[in-house]
């Protein structure tokens, strides 16, 4: 301020300044940067400046002081059903296929409409924002419901359009599923919020025939595919009797894997599944508390980020978690990976954040746009306060974020620039809305038949 | 209140009456009671009441209204070491030996004086009682300062007279040790939140002669034994090295095995180790963060249950956690136990609350004093909001306390019938304190060489 020469040059005006005690920007070239600004003008990241020289060259609009928190890219959950929030808690300590069979699948023929996805993915999306979420990789029944709560909480959103074999509520056999696929995802076309991938549900409820289909299609759109892998040993083992073949095998023979595959959970893996992954550049969405509830086993997270696979982190539906907090999926990503591999060196800190925000983008293609605080990508953002006394003193914030934080430290949640949550307030979603939601839905979920 | 009779009683007054939506009393009669009235006089818990009947029997003095709640038992963290909470997250994602020989143990070197653990184990009371807790089982230098610290925020616990062979700043070698346990011990007689254990450190640092020691004065004081056990492989190929016996066969030998000793973590355990703690009534505080940060494993938790071994939950100290924070422990011990045994019924929700609760309690021989919500016994308590829409529905409160709640959702903490928090308040703590304590230390602990 003191050179003449300065004072002379006109300040730029942008829309947003976002001043922060750390940035921590999930790039190439930055672990941590302190006393920074972040430069934001219509919905992208312009420019990261020491909070001093920012002041000297834009002027903002907003301007929002961050004196006690770590801004990180906005958390992306990238593998969700949203629209099971309604179920949180329905049926716990069970064996998978009670589970599924006696409590999931009849309150899901019960109560699944249009009106329930899009109530129950407004919940998720609420959720998922007070903890510093940004975007999410779903996979449920009317995708187009999921699409109006997203777009309604301001969230991001990589819809599935799911596919099974048999029928249910919404859709009567494989090429119904896909039908009514391809008018949601006409549906939300032109949204910048909104993409879509094909999700076939599982190879244990997908056909040869239709996983064929999804292939050719997912070419013609350049769409990504979502699928549920090599969760459970029955899964394997049922796939080995009726086709003679592992299922990742058989979706091998399809031509299936390739940089376009999500597979969620991969808990039970041989050696040459994981090389065979590694090959074709598959992701995977880590779903380490859902893996654990449901008892499937312990995924070899090591052993795959060993391999250079590309490592996300999922909640998975909240059914199954049941709280829909990457926080706490990045803890125990990072503590399990530790304690299952008896190496307290594995999967650190700084890693689990990459499985929660770059790594993410990169699973769903979305790596130029988000992922990382970087010029030129949309400012999809959340501030994380870390001077709160409970989890004092804090040393370094990298593993403060994810050994101490919890997500009620989250402040401030933006997507695209726009601040969409606020210590406990909504720009898009009423408190009363999420409540009338739970006093509709509670008592026709308690007793579903 | 229609029967004229009724009216002509006088009502008994009492200190306090809460009523909750849900009181989950942890005793052998009820799992669950709803709308109902802890009577609490003097301290102890007077009656259990629903709630219109304990207004036409009592009036209390206080009267506390938890419409949304769920009233639990106070939380009692089984193993702790309070005074490391100034170290939290001070070196992380480091192997064993190198956290400890060149991190933790330097530290505690250059800083650990008596103001040091003072002012660390009220930091340490401040968060466990933000999280509902209640009681601590504690081991650490200096532990006349613990109880200082214990003393002020009000809250129980129960001290280790820690013994090592090797001199600290705190003492020179094993008998010094001894010594100044028992001066501290002495120094908190007649307290009633105020118990002593006696805790030689761990069978890699604690000789034969010493343990001998402990056994007698144990014997002779009629105290508990807290101790470090089979917390990784190492100690355990170490010890057959050095002594040709595996630590639990050592400690055997000497008989150390009681209904008097908690062992903390037990990861790595043979059958016939298993049967013998079965055997002996021994008592396992179970430390599942610690153990996966730590890279030490996963304790075989689902045997020792099921061979009816009392477990409870710890956080340990927060440099290997990096929280004091029971419903983390609790969600991650059924989730963990879930996992490793591939079994979605392991270790459900209600053993969860009774390993950080009534078994606690009886590991340190407190059950007829905390532990349940049972006439009788102290008022230490806890209420957590069922409510909040993050977390909701709610269908099942103890699947909600365990799976979806966190501490943030603990609203009051009560010891003794005293309530000691309450939202972000304490009785006996200034948040201006718990701010001066991290200024002074964590500058001094940054580079304490």
């Not at 992208?44 to 002027?59: N, W």
């Not at 650190?348 to 954040?353: D, E, N, R, V, W």
């Not at 979603?429 to 509670?442: H, M, N, S, T």
């Amino acid at each position: 301020m003191s050179n003449p020469d300065q004072l002379l040059k006109p300040l730029t005006n942008v829309d947003l300044m976002i001043e922060a005690h750390y940035i921590v920007p999930m790039s190439k070239t930055h672990r941590l940067l302190e006393d920074y600004t972040a430069i934001i003008d219509a919905g992208l990241i312009v420019e990261l400046l020491p909070i001093a020289e920012a002041r000297q060259k834009y002027t903002a609009t907003l301007l929002v002081c961050l004196n006690e928190h770590a801004l990180i890219p906005g958390l992306i959950n990238l593998h969700s059903h949203a629209a099971m929030s309604l179920m949180r808690g329905i049926a716990d300590d069970l064996p998978l296929m009670t589970w599924l069979e006696k409590h999931i699948w009849p309150t899901e023929q019960a109560v699944v409409s249009e009106r329930y996805v899009k109530d129950a993915s407004l919940l998720a999306c609420a959720e998922m924002m007070s903890g510093g979420g940004t975007c999410f990789n779903d996979m449920y029944f009317y995708p187009q419901e999921s699409a109006f709560a997203a777009k309604q909480a301001g969230m991001r959103a990589n819809l599935g359009l799911v596919v099974l074999e048999f029928p249910t509520v919404y859709a009567s056999d494989a090429d119904d599923y896909l039908q009514k696929g391809f008018e949601a995802h006409d549906s939300w076309r032109g949204n910048p919020l909104i993409t879509s991938s094909l999700a076939p549900h599982a190879p244990y409820t997908v056909s040869n025939q239709t996983f064929e289909k999804v292939i050719t299609y997912a070419e013609q759109l350049s769409l990504g595919i979502h699928t549920h892998l090599h969760e459970t040993r029955a899964e394997i083992s049922q796939s080995e009797t009726k086709y003679g073949l592992r299922p990742l095998q058989r979706l091998a023979s399809f031509g299936l894997l390739g940089p376009n595959l999500v597979a969620a959970h991969c808990v039970h893996l041989q050696n040459q599944e994981m090389d065979m992954l590694a090959e074709y550049g598959c992701h995977i969405a880590h779903c380490p508390s859902s893996n654990l509830k449901l008892g499937s086993g312990i995924a070899p997270i090591t052993a795959l980020l060993a391999k250079n696979i590309n490592v996300g982190l999922g909640t998975d539906g909240v059914a199954s978690n049941n709280r829909m907090d990457m926080f706490t999926e990045m803890r125990l990503a990072a503590l399990l990976a530790k304690g299952a591999s008896e190496d307290a060196t594995a999967l650190p800190a700084y890693q689990a954040l990459q499985m929660a925000t770059i790594n993410a983008a990169k699973a769903i293609g979305l790596e130029d746009k988000v992922g990382s605080i970087e010029v030129g990508k949309f400012a999809d953002l959340a501030a994380v306060r870390l001077d709160d006394l409970m989890i004092a003193p804090c040393y370094d914030p990298i593993s403060h974020l994810v050994y101490a934080c919890g997500r009620e430290h989250v402040t401030h949640t933006w997507v695209a620039g726009e601040l969409r949550y606020c210590n406990g307030i909504y720009a898009g979603i009423e408190p009363r809305e999420l409540k009338e939601i739970i006093d509709v839905w509670q008592p026709k979920l308690r007793q579903p038949n």
